[in-house]
Structure formats: structure tokens, C-alpha cells
């Protein structure tokens, strides 16, 4: 009878230390792929970083009057365009109010602003802002009367009218007052109807352009190289740093509204210039991730003088020996006197002087290519505080050592 045996597998005649070479490459392949790619958080919507040209709001805004306010309106002697724009709508109205004296003050005059938005159709709704134009304590309760909304053009795009909510409330009494909010600004809500369209045709176009919010070359050219490589085709041109010009593939004749769709949901890393702002009435610094700097010693530290005045008062012993001082008050022996006679209360001076030389502040040396967190933890580490560290950092980039631009708000 002939016996059966099993073939060696492969993996068995593989030698040990090769399989463990093999699986040690292996995992060393796993861990570099994901460095490849940037990580998901860090791509940004071409939605998000970009806008398509054309597809954008417009500013309307308009003069008009609330009224109904309670005796919180304009003072008519100090505001006359309000009186004038009152009496000019009275008289529109068929009533003649020139020949009298007005003295509401339940009357006052706004600015009215809006924003259109893009491909906004006719008879649509708006939101209006309403803020007082005079000496208006509140627009509580007030409405606003037909406002027409003019454009840049100078033409009416939308009518305003409605009741005014504020956020504001203001209470005010004979010894006191007492304000939340700003009561002179409101909105009404869906307040203005659209009469005219900003007219533009989006089917009809052949080439569409994204224009880029942070202008930047590299940026420009990585959103032109995700929309090729998503649509398979050169469609993509970067024009200058904000500009990307897409050209209309086959595949999208006549449905532009697709293949913006398409596009803006598509990812991209954004790059940005090393900037550090800073905004020193506040004492505000942002710096970004580029931020790099060069080998660089800093040391940071003030000469404090603090002066302290503590007065004491200096009573006299009971039964204090009478003076010999006449009505002008004296002294004897070192003793003050009361005009009077007898010891009297004195304010005696005693002042502290200290001086800091902060000598516990150190130089440190700053490495160079540090990140964002080695730079912020080796400034944290001087126990500067912030107005401080503007000062450093303005230091560091004049000594040639900050690779980034300061920017000053």
C-alpha cells in the first residue's frame, strides 16, 4: 500500500529570516503611504476656499422713515431732513403740512440696507437693516414706511417696507437710564420685495472662473490639477494666483449648473504664505503654520521701579502735655500741637522704593526650522506676555532670523 504525504508549503520553504525581512519592508511601505497623502482634515472644499465669477451678491441700500415710535423718534428742530422728508411725503399724499408747525417725535429717519443675492427672481423676499440716521433714542416698536432699495447703478432693485424688531431695549428715568443692545439699529425679517433681476445668463457659458479668496500660485495650481484629474481632461488653466479658468468638456454641454456642482465639492490642500499678524491695540498675535525662523538668540527683560506711598497716621498719647503754641498752633520738644493747645494728629509719609531687574529672565536660543508649537513654547518659556512678544517677534524678523511677513491691523 502506498502512503500518502502532504507537499511542503511555501511559506515553509521560505527561510525564517527572509519572511521576517519581507514583512519588516512590508510595514514599512504601510507606514509611508499615509504620509503621501495630506490628511482628510487638512483638504478644504473648492467651495470653501473659492468662488465661481458671476454667482455674486449685490449692495442695495435706500433712505426711508419709521413711525409709530413712542415719543423715541428724531427731535424735529435738530434733524430737519427728517422734517423735510415728512413734510415732502405728507405732501405726496395730498396733505399740506408746510404751513404748520410739527412737533412729533414719533418720526425717524433710517438708512436702509440690504444685500441681493445672486440670480435673486422677482417678487421674491429679503432681510433689510434699519438704523437711525438723527437723534433717535429708539426704533422700538416702530415701522418702516416704502423704501425703495437702489443699486450701484443707481437703479430700484427691491421696496422695503415692515415692522422694525430690535434687539436693543432702552429704559430711562429721572436719576437713571438703562440700555441693552443698540435700540437705534433693527431688521426686518423678508422686509423688501424684489422688483429687478441682475440679469446673467449662466447655460450660456463656455469657459467658467474660479476666483480664489487667498490668492496664491501654488493653490491655484493644485485646484487646476483636482479638477483635471477629475474630469479626465485638460479643462483647467491657472490665469494668475486667483484665477483658474475652466473650459466647458464635452461631457457638460449645456449643463454648467453640473459641473459646478461637481467641482466645488472637490478637495484641495490650500497653501498659504508665512504671515504672522499682529494686532497690538489688543494685543493679538496669529501666526500660521509656514511660520519659520532661523537660529537666533532672544532675551527679554525691563527694569521695574515700583514706588509705593503708604501714609500713617500718627495719634498723640493720651493726657499729652498742653502747648505753648499761640492761636496759629506750634510745636515743643518734637511734640506737634493743636492750635489750642494739647497734642493734635498727624499724617506722617512713609514711602516704599522696589527695584526689579527681572534677573531671573534668561537668554534662550531659538533652533532654527522650528514649527509653530517649538516657536510659541520657546517664547512661552521667557514668561513674556503677549504685548511682549510682539515686541520680540519684531525684533527677530529686523535681525533678518523671522522667515515669514508681519502684517500690522
Known sequence: MTAITRSPSLAASVPAR???????????????????????????????????????????????????????????????????????????????????????????????????????RQGGRIDVQVSALGDAKSLLGGMLLVTPMLGADGEVYAVAQGNVATGGIQARGQASSFTKGVPTSGRVAAGAI??????????????????????????????????????????????????????????????????????????????????????????????????????????????????????????????????TAGAGGGGFGGVQFAPGGGGATVVVPRTNVQVDEQSDRRMAVLPAGVSLQELVSSLNALGVGPRDMITILQAIKAAGALQAEIELM
Not at 61 to 74: A, E, H, I, K
Not at 204 to 209: I, S
Not at 269 to 277: I, K, S, T
Open 194 to 323: 424684489v422688483e429687478r433681476e441682475v440679469g446673467f445668463d449662466l447655460a450660456k457659458l463656455k469657459t467658467v472662473n474660479l476666483t480664489l479668496r487667498n490668492p496664491d500660485f501654488t493653490t491655484a495650481s493644485r485646484v487646476a490639477e483636482v479638477i483635471d484629474g477629475y474630469l479626465k481632461a485638460p479643462a483647467a488653466k491657472p490665469l494668475d494666483p486667483s484665477t483658474v479658468m475652466v473650459s466647458m468638456p464635452p461631457g457638460f454641454k449645456g449643463d454648467v449648473v453640473g459641473l459646478l456642482t461637481d467641482i466645488e465639492q472637490l478637495r484641495v490642500e490650500p497653501d498659504q504664505v508665512a504671515r504672522v499678524v499682529i494686532d497690538e491695540a489688543n494685543g493679538v498675535i496669529v501666526m500660521g503654520e509656514s511660520v519659520r525662523i532661523s537660529t537666533v538668540a532672544v532675551a527679554q527683560g525691563n527694569l521695574t521701579v515700583r514706588i509705593t506711598e503708604t501714609p500713617q497716621v500718627s495719634q498723640p498719647n493720651p493726657f499729652a502735655p498742653p502747648g
Open 18 to 120: 527572509l519572511r521576517r525581512v519581507a514583512l519588516g519592508a512590508l510595514a514599512a511601505l504601510l507606514l509611508l503611504l499615509p504620509a503621501a497623502a495630506p490628511p482628510a482634515a487638512a483638504l478644504s472644499r473648492i467651495k470653501d476656499i473659492a468662488d465661481f465669477e458671476g454667482v455674486r451678491d449685490n449692495l442695495l441700500v435706500g433712505y426711508g422713515l419709521v413711525v409709530g415710535l413712542n415719543g423715541t423718534g428724531d427731535s424735529l428742530a435738530n434733524a430737519i431732513f427728517t422734517r423735510e422728508s415728512l413734510i415732502g411725503m405728507l405732501e405726496r399724499l395730498g396733505v399740506n403740512a408746510r404751513d404748520n408747525a410739527l412737533r412729533t417725535n414719533n418720526v425717524a429717519a433710517v438708512m436702509v440696507t440690504a444685500t441681493l443675492p445672486p440670480f435673486a
